[in-house]
Nanobody
Framework: QVQLVESGGGLVQPGGSLRLSCATS????????MGWYRQAPGRRRELVAI???????DYADSVKGRFTISRDNAKNTVYLQMNSLKPEDAAVYYC?????????????WGTGTQVIVSS
């Protein structure tokens, strides 16, 4: 059973920075991708950033140039560095691992970490 544990959320002023981390509870193999999603009240969960097994990354347009996703393969940990935070970035952030062969991927989700952007 793969369990993902997020950390690093909290309250930050507009323009500030936060770094989110997501680690697995045990050994994991065949990680296809690691990603960060967010969900604000009344809105659908949306992809924020993703990093593929080969290292390529992709970002939502709204965070390009401000957020950076990275990983530590040895620790099966993914990070999201968030800079120049805006009030509209406030949401619960979830990490997601897609694991397995491409024709049979399984989604694993963390429980979420709250990000509040307010002065």
């Amino acid at each position: 059973q793969v369990q993902l544990v997020e950390s690093g959320g909290g309250l930050v002023q507009p323009g500030g920075s936060l770094r989110l981390s997501c680690a697995t509870s045990g050994s994991v193999f065949s990680i296809y991708s690691m990603g960060w999603y967010r969900q604000a009240p009344g809105r659908r969960r949306e992809l924020v950033a993703i990093i593929m097994s080969g290292g390529s990354t992709d970002y939502a347009d709204s965070v390009k140039g401000r957020f950076t996703i990275s990983r530590d393969n040895a620790k099966n940990t993914v990070y999201l560095q968030m800079n120049s935070l805006k009030p509209e970035d406030a949401a619960v952030y979830y990490c997601n691992f897609k694991i397995g062969p491409m024709w049979r991927l399984e989604d694993y989700w963390g429980t979420g970490t709250q990000v509040i952007v307010s002065s």
